[in-house]
């Protein structure tokens, strides 16, 4: 399955889940959030959500800016 | 010197300092969290970034901001559609679990001046989703009271450009949106050094959102100090009411009862 992570493409396990992914990425899920198809995950569905083919994924942190 | 009984009310927050200080282009994190303390401010600023997948493990700003301390506001600096900064807000709301939105559409990455009418598209869709909206706005009275009109918790007029450091370019346009509003204005953008941050606050401004000024400064934490009390010392000027300016002299002194020699 193909699914494209912050605008990367990437072959990815069918039915991974996003708690999945982000373990799989190394993420602690505290410091990250995460959208699939332009609507935000929230982290208790991390383990329900799955990522299907030709999604579009965003994972996102705190960065310094004004 | 606190600001006791003068606090900043934005939406159902209440902060100490009427000072927001923001988390970019410090030397160093060591630097950066020793300005934020030397500032006095309570609420600090973010932005939203996707991680880097070749380092997904990496520390976040998070990890340098005490939130006993601090609110976050984090922003949706980097947009330049309502829909990429409704998605941003979001996602920062999810991250950091707060409904405070520094909401900033950008229309030209030259000026970095605001794109007035995805900002209210993306303000009316925010504030409707329940968020405590702050937009970045030009120094216009109008779209002032539009965000206003929208529900937005606070407007942001620009004093100058985004990190140019001009100080307040116009302050009459800031005067004006300051008489006209009934939430707070906070100046973002565009002070270089404390007399900017004093004028800002001497016109009547509830508060102001700064990086630049402070973190390219020679010495950050000393800059922060400053201003601290540049901020701490337009608000009392503004509280006091100035006096009324005059074209000659009005001598300080007893102008009778003076002493007489002789001439020659």
Same mark, same amino acid.
């Given at each position: 399955?193909?699914?494209?992570?912050?605008?990367?493409?990437?072959?990815?396990?069918?039915?991974?889940?996003?708690?999945?992914?982000?373990?799989?990425?190394?993420?602690?899920?505290?410091?990250?959030?995460?959208?699939?198809?332009?609507?935000?995950?929230?982290?208790?569905?991390?383990?329900?959500?799955?990522?299907?083919?030709?999604?579009?994924?965003?994972?996102?942190?705190?960065?310094?800016?004004? | 010197? +606190?600001?006791?009984?003068?606090?900043?009310?934005?939406?159902?927050?209440?902060? $100490?300092?009427?000072?927001?200080?923001?988390?970019?282009?410090? @030397?160093?994190?060591?630097?950066?969290?020793?300005?934020?303390?030397? $500032?006095?401010?309570?609420?600090?600023?973010?932005?939203?970034? #996707?991680?880097?997948?070749?380092?997904?493990?990496?520390?976040?700003?998070?990890?340098?901001?005490?939130?006993?301390?601090?609110? %976050?506001? @984090?922003?949706?600096?980097?947009?330049?559609?309502?829909?990429?900064?409704?998605?941003?807000?979001?996602?920062?709301?999810?991250?950091?679990?707060?409904?405070?939105?520094?909401?900033?559409?950008?229309?030209?990455? &030259?000026?970095?001046?605001?794109?007035?009418?995805?900002?209210?598209?993306?303000?009316? *869709?925010?504030?409707? =989703?329940?968020?405590?909206?702050?937009?970045?706005?030009? =120094?216009?009275?109008?779209? /002032?009271? &539009?965000?206003? *009109?929208?529900? /937005?918790?606070?407007?942001?007029?620009?004093?100058?450009?985004?990190?140019?450091?001009?100080?307040? /370019?116009?302050?009459? $346009?800031?005067? !004006? %949106?300051? *008489?006209?509003?009934?939430?707070? !204005? %906070?100046?973002?953008?565009?002070?270089?050094?404390? $007399? =900017?941050?004093?004028?800002?606050?001497?016109?009547?401004? =509830?508060?102001?959102?700064?990086?630049?000024?402070?973190?390219?400064?020679?010495?950050?934490?000393?800059?922060?100090?400053?201003?601290?009390?540049?901020?701490?010392?337009? #608000?009392? +000027?503004?509280?006091?009411?100035?006096?009324?300016?005059?074209?000659?002299?009005?001598?300080?002194?007893? !102008?009778?009862?003076?002493?007489?020699?002789?001439?020659?």
């Amino acid at each position: 399955m193909k699914a494209t992570i912050n605008g990367e493409t990437r072959e990815l396990p069918d039915g991974l889940t996003v708690g999945t992914l982000l373990a799989e990425l190394g993420t602690a899920p505290t410091g990250v959030a995460v959208a699939r198809n332009d609507c935000v995950v929230r982290r208790s569905e991390y383990d329900s959500v799955r990522i299907g083919e030709g999604d579009r994924v965003e994972i996102i942190k705190a960065v310094a800016g004004g | 010197m +606190a600001n006791a009984g003068d606090a900043l009310h934005i939406g159902r927050y209440a902060l $100490s300092s009427r000072l927001i200080v923001g988390t970019g282009k410090y @030397p160093s994190m060591e630097t950066m969290t020793a300005a934020h303390a030397a $500032s006095g401010a309570r609420m600090v600023t973010v932005a939203i970034r #996707r991680i880097n997948l070749d380092d997904p493990t990496g520390k976040t700003m998070l990890d340098y901001i005490d939130r006993e301390r601090f609110l %976050i506001l @984090p922003n949706t600096a980097g947009c330049y559609t309502a829909k990429d900064a409704v998605l941003t807000a979001r996602l920062a709301r999810e991250l950091l679990e707060t409904d405070l939105i520094k909401l900033e559409v950008i229309g030209d990455a &030259q000026t970095l001046h605001p794109d007035a009418r995805e900002t209210l598209a993306a303000a009316e *869709e925010l504030v409707a =989703d329940g968020f405590t909206v702050l937009p970045y706005v030009g =120094d216009d009275p109008v779209a /002032c009271k &539009q965000l206003e *009109e929208l529900g /937005c918790a606070a407007v942001m007029p620009l004093a100058a450009p985004i990190g140019s450091g001009l100080g307040i /370019c116009n302050p009459y $346009s800031i005067a !004006v %949106i300051k *008489e006209r509003a009934t939430v707070p !204005v %906070i100046v973002d953008a565009g002070v270089g050094t404390a $007399s =900017d941050a004093a004028i800002a606050m001497e016109l009547g401004v =509830d508060g102001l959102l700064m990086n630049t000024g402070i973190a390219a400064a020679r010495d950050p934490v000393l800059m922060a100090e400053a201003m601290k009390y540049a901020v701490l010392a337009g #608000r009392r +000027a503004y509280l006091a009411g100035r006096m009324k300016k005059r074209l000659y002299a009005n001598a300080s002194s007893p !102008v009778d009862d003076l002493i007489e020699s002789r001439h020659a």
